[in-house]
């Protein structure tokens, strides 16, 4: 019912009679979207939360190798199985790694492959999508029936396979994250280009116009942009729980480098037997990060819909 | 109805071929020496050779794809360099333990989820509704070994209410008769409870944990679907025409919520099969998944391409009954075609 | 008519919390309607006669509430009336039709089912009966082959006859009060008058009362023995049918009447006071009217055809199975007609849904591709060039299109100024920003738009203000010939007065030609000095305004035309 408020058109002298000497055209001026989230972090103390947490990931991952206490690589067979204490916070590994320091050490490269999946992805899949569905015919075809593909597999399984073909590195951990995430974004720009490829408003920017690729990079990439946000945010906690999967099964990353789902592989042998820390705080932070970009996506979901801007 | 199951049988061709022409490129086109796979670490240059010749691999690309195909028409994917067995008769070996756990998982997370989905849905606001957004954003953060992980540790180590999280069945119990490979169901055909009960507590953490992660995407879209329909406009007429609340939610409401639960159940599944390999090597389940495992560590590469393959055959069928379901439930696809 | 009336609603305030607190959606209303008594409560959007016949049913959605007052229906008092009582009340004694029929039904249930559920429910059959009196209502609300739409489902029904189904299942239990919501917006004018007319003559037959909940004053005035007249949550007027034509009493009532099209009535008398739509200092020519009229039509359209293939569904089984079907033959949505459109004329295609105008208007445009035939305009066969490339052609700005829906026609992340101003970046004379704002604003006061409204996004604006952002921007290049698609289909009735004034004054300043495509005969009749009925893909009547609403040759126009509910006769 909150529409009852919306649909009555404000009285024209309510805006300040602004010269406007320039012109103004994409978005309203940025103060206003500073504005407008902070009202939505106001509104919805979560995704304040989420935001804080992200920004705290962000920081392990750019700064965290150089402020933790130990090397996150050194061993020390006279500290091994220690519980968490003052001098170890997490408590340390059976070649006596500080735990505290490697957990934090590694938030850049689960990052990094987080970052570098979801970023390919958006790029070919979000491509590949619009094109189908601004041109159907046999472009949109083809998408779908690679997307098609992929889909008829189970996609961690998939994504198992690839690594295991193309060889165990962190690079195809990346790539083959991309690929299984694929058929979602192209889904996505599919429909949305798709509906939109009819608009009213298309329709009247063809009447001005505009060429194809004009109607693609300035009515329908711009309206797409925000779902695609959405689309990426969400997708960017799966892609760390597919990254650390793949690694806990002993694929891409290899011992020793500090990373959150082989950390959690190496600390398992010790659960039943009650050294619980070494897979716990690993997977705490796994779960953290996830948890953070899964709240992050309905963040930017409030953000960018414009409807939601008044 | 037939016919609808007929022109969805056709729709899944593409998919199995697609599914067929993937795992070949993976093993074949892609970079890295195939032979060498297959032949393992620790074979000599010469062995290698030989395997080249014997896999075919010396031959043409479409002549492989002709052989690959044959062998796998014949139910060939080679032999296992770890068990020295063929991998069909591996995979078809431990296939009823990861069912019976992915099954036992997913049930046990349709009977948590729809109800739970259903009455926050109804009751929006209330504390059921934030017990629902909370198991459905939680749910999904948690990584599925690291929640098995959890589980064991506090029922196994601490409390100690759960056998050892070493396979299907303590190792001094034995076996049932196979029938369906099922245990719980073997068991009970031989009249063995005490096998049974075992069977069970050793089942328990690991369908739970499967469960904890499946429960996130079906809660979600049952409470979605269902604020959707009974906001719809033929939930309004049913409400002023009087029909009791639970008619309106029984019969109407509840059949036209399902429609994109049961959309979804394919997704489930996806995650499900995913999970399935990460669970079993926490669990140490001697299902397909840890074969799958135990072949990467062993870089032995036919129970890898096999498994693949058949987790993406089985993928396509679990689909194809979805969509079956979807039509007994939704008339338009049924009728329409 | 009884003293004491069947439903009366007094003092009646209905609240709905929003963020920004409580809103009042209705107001201290008294309505009463007697037994056997027609009601219409007439508003536009937003003025509360939805929620009011919600709140008498009660099934306000959660956040709404009835605030004060009461709600009496035959001694009982529906606010204060428990959950149960009301269940039993809904459906046996009050039944609600609704707008949009084919989603007031259960899409997954058989129609027949839905309607056994309410007699079961009401203790009106059993089960053994059910069916024999669900066929039986579906008989009297005229279905042909009753037995077998027993078993359809809501999809394999057409919106009129899903709107009988509803109709039936809202008179299932023999109701005395019969609330029909907007019953027959978003159907064809022809289906309209059927419904309305079934659910009279039903109503009639058992003595029943009816409110008519709706925004159109000719279809209360023709069906409604009362009329109850509000705006912004208030009753301003409540009068006899007959009464409120001849004397309205409230200035709002007043306005609405005038604002609507019918028989006998100018462009001009639309508005009250006739407002200037152009402000006076826009009324120095901002574009020099065009020169006189060249000789030969603007627009030429020759046998024009659109074809689409049908969908080929199961033909890959049927294939295999060897039991291929014959090849369907492509459906023709628009089947060679030609017409022609004059210099400076304003052009009127009307036709029901489906009947391939708004097809039409779409080649004309050269949105789509023609299957065949020529469109020959100015001299040329634009129906030659491909569509794609069509926006690099110099005829490219002379043809230019105002769309249905205001708001899907503005992209949402632009502002009213970029809105109108792309057409003149991608192929205007006008160059620096300075002048191409000077332009906007132009041409913002040339359609009414207050120029501080301009740097506005499209959300931030009312329906009329983004339809006449709409139109600057077709004018933006002072176009030949503006293709108008039903512009004021999602409009209310006072702004569509206001909007269709404009693009009459717009049309005699710029020297246009319009083609005016709608369903709406008495808008037709206002705007146009020819008119084209199409049906099913060919024109069945084309003459001027006059002679074919007039005096119409064609057994199709007759029909549309006795469908339009005519409150004055």
């Known amino acids: 019912m909150n529409d009852m408020a919306k649909v009555e058109p404000a009285p024209a002298q309510a805006i300040p009679a602004e010269p406007a000497p320039t012109l103004r055209f994409e978005a309203p001026p940025s103060t206003s979207l500073w504005a407008h989230a902070r009202h939505i972090v106001a509104e919805n103390p979560v995704t304040g939360l989420a935001f804080g947490l992200f920004a705290l990931i962000l920081l392990a991952a750019i700064f965290g190798p150089s402020i933790v206490p130990y090397d996150p690589l050194a061993s020390n067979t006279n500290a091994a199985l220690q519980a968490p204490s003052r001098a170890h916070w997490f408590g340390t590994d059976q070649l006596g790694r500080d735990i505290f320091s490697r957990v934090v050490a590694a938030t850049r490269l689960d990052f990094s492959i987080a970052i570098f999946s979801v970023a390919l992805v958006f790029l070919m899949g979000g491509l590949a999508g619009v094109m189908a569905g601004f041109y159907g015919g046999w472009i949109d075809k083809v998408v779908g029936r690679v997307a098609d593909t992929i889909m008829a597999f189970p996609l961690f399984v998939l994504a198992m396979g690839i690594v295991a073909a193309l060889g165990n590195s962190v690079g195809n951990i990346v790539l083959a994250t991309a690929i299984i995430n694929f058929p979602l974004y192209a889904r996505v720009a599919r429909a949305e280009a798709n509906v939109r490829r009819d608009a009213g408003f298309v329709q009247a920017a063809r009447l001005s116009g505009n060429s194809d690729w004009r109607l693609l990079l300035t009515q329908i990439v711009p309206n797409i942009m925000p779902i695609m946000a959405v689309q990426m945010s969400l997708t960017m906690g799966y892609a760390i729980l597919n990254a650390a999967g793949l690694s806990f099964i002993g694929l891409g990353v290899r011992p020793p480098t500090p990373e959150w789902g082989i950390m959690v592989a190496e600390g398992a042998s010790f659960i039943v037997s009650g050294e619980w820390w070494i897979a716990f705080f690993p997977g705490l932070a796994l779960m953290i990060a996830v948890f953070c970009f899964n709240l992050l996506g309905d963040g930017v979901r409030d953000l960018v819909d414009p409807q939601r801007r008044n | ?337 | 008519m009884t003293a004491v009336p069947l439903l009366e609603i007094r003092n009646l305030t209905v609240e709905f919390a929003t963020r920004r607190g409580a809103v009042q959606a209705v107001k201290s209303i008294d309505v009463s309607v007697a037994k056997g008594e027609t009601v219409a409560i007439v508003g536009e959007s937003g003025s509360g006669k939805s929620v009011t016949s919600y709140a008498v049913v009660r099934i306000l959605d959660r956040a709404g509430r009835v605030a004060e007052g009461t709600i009496s229906f035959s001694g009982v008092d529906l606010v204060a009336a428990d959950e149960a009582q009301m269940r039993d009340l809904r459906g046996r004694e009050i039944s609600m039709i609704f707008q949009n029929p084919r989603a007031a039904l259960n899409p997954i249930r058989k129609v027949g089912k839905q309607i056994e559920d309410v007699l079961l429910q009401h203790v009106q059959a059993t089960r053994a009966t059910a069916k024999e009196k669900a066929v039986e209502a579906l008989t009297k609300v005229k279905i042909a082959r009753p037995e077998e739409r027993y078993d359809a489902y809501p999809f394999e029904l057409s919106g009129g006859m899903c709107q009988r189904v509803v109709i039936a299942l809202a008179l299932a239990c023999q109701p005395q009060l019969l609330i029909a919501d907007e019953p027959t917006t978003g159907l064809d004018v022809t289906t309209q008058k059927a419904v309305m007319d079934l659910i009279v003559e039903l109503t009639r037959e058992r003595g029943m009362s009816t409110i008519l909940i709706t925004h159109d004053l000719g279809l209360a005035a023709a069906y409604c023995d009362k009329v109850v007249v509000m705006e912004k949550g208030k009753v301003v007027e409540t009068a006899l049918a007959s009464e409120i034509f001849r004397n309205p009493q409230h200035p709002y009532t007043r306005r609405l009447m005038q604002a609507t099209p019918r028989l006998g009535t100018s462009l001009a008398d639309l508005l009250l006071d006739a407002p200037q739509t152009v402000p006076a200092e826009a009324r120095t020519a901002v574009t020099e009217p065009k020169p006189a009229a060249e000789a030969g039509p603007l627009m030429q359209v020759e046998n024009l055809v659109k074809e689409y293939p049908r969908a080929a569904t199961g033909a890959l089984l049927a294939k295999l199975m060897g039991k291929a079907e014959p090849e369907k033959p492509a459906f023709r949505a628009v089947d060679g007609i030609s017409f022609s459109i004059a210099r400076g004329e304003t052009l009127g295609l009307v036709g029901e849904s489906g009947c391939g105008k708004s097809t039409t208007s779409m080649m004309v445009t050269r949105l789509i591709d023609p299957s065949g035939g020529k469109i020959i305009f100015d001299g040329t066969d634009i129906g030659a060039i491909p569509a794609k490339q069509f926006a690099a052609s110099p005829h490219r700005r002379r043809i230019q299109m105002v769309f249905q829906d205001p708001t899907d026609s503005l992209n949402p992340r632009f502002t009213a100024e970029r809105a109108i101003a792309d057409p003149i970046m991608r192929m205007g004379a006008v160059k620096g920003r300075d002048a191409l704002r000077a332009r906007c604003e132009d041409l913002a006061r040339l359609v009414g738009l207050p120029v501080e409204l301009i740097d506005r996004f499209p959300h931030q604006l009312s329906g009329g203000q983004k339809a006449r952002v709409g139109i600057a921007r077709a004018i933006a290049l002072d176009p030949d010939l503006v293709i108008l698609d039903e512009p004021t289909a999602a409009l209310d009735v006072s702004v569509q007065a206001v909007v269709l004034n404009l693009l009459e004054e717009l049309k005699g300043r710029l020297g246009m030609s319009y083609l005016f495509v709608s369903h709406d005969l008495n808008v037709v009749r206002l705007l146009c000095d020819r008119v084209i009925v199409m049906k099913t893909g060919s024109i069945v009547e084309e003459g001027t305004a006059e002679e074919v609403l007039g005096d119409p040759k064609a057994e199709y126009t007759r029909e549309l035309l006795t469908a339009i509910p005519h409150p004055l006769l």
């Open chain 2, 1 to 337: 109805m037939l016919r609808m199951i007929g022109q969805r049988l056709m729709t899944t061709i593409p998919s199995v071929i697609g599914v067929i022409i993937v795992t070949f490129l993976l093993t074949r086109v892609l970079p890295g020496d195939t032979a060498a796979y297959f032949a393992g670490p620790a074979a000599s240059p010469q062995a290698i050779i030989e395997i080249r010749s014997k896999l075919g691999l010396d031959q043409p690309l479409p002549v492989q794809f002709v052989s690959y195909v044959t062998a796998l028409v014949k139910g060939d994917l080679g032999t296992s360099l770890t068990t020295g067995q063929p991998v069909t008769a591996d995979l078809a070996a431990r296939l009823p333990a990861s069912a019976e756990l992915t099954l036992a998982g997913l049930l046990l997370a349709m009977a948590v989820a729809l109800p739970l989905g259903i009455l926050a849905a109804v009751k929006q606001g209330s504390w059921i509704d934030h017990l629902c957004r909370v198991v459905a954003t939680a749910g999904v953060s948690l990584p599925v070994f690291f929640t098995g992980l959890l589980l064991v540790y506090v029922f196994y180590f601490l409390l100690g209410w759960s056998p050892a999280p070493l396979g299907r069945l303590d190792v001094f119990a034995s076996e049932p008769p196979r029938v369906t490979g099922l245990l719980l169901i073997d068991t009970l055909l031989a009249r063995d409870f005490e096998t049974f009960r075992g069977a069970f507590a050793q089942l328990i953490l690991p369908a739970v944990t499967l469960a904890i992660f499946s429960l996130a995407p079906i809660t979600r879209m049952t409470r979605a679907s269902m604020l959707a329909v009974l906001g719809a406009d033929f939930v309004r007429t049913a409400r002023a025409s009087g029909l009791t609340n639970r008619k309106v939610i029984g019969t109407y409401a509840f059949r036209n919520a399902m429609l994109p639960v049961v959309t979804t159940l394919g997704m489930v599944f996806s995650f499900l099969l995913g999970a399935n390999v990460l669970v079993e090597k926490v669990f140490a389940w001697p299902g397909v998944g840890s074969y799958a495992v135990e072949a990467l560590i062993a870089s032995d590469y036919a129970p890898i391409q096999g498994f693949v393959l058949t987790m993406a055959i089985l993928y396509v069928a679990l689909n194809l009954m979805i969509d079956v379901l979807y039509g007994v439930i939704d008339p338009r696809v049924r009728l329409e075609g």
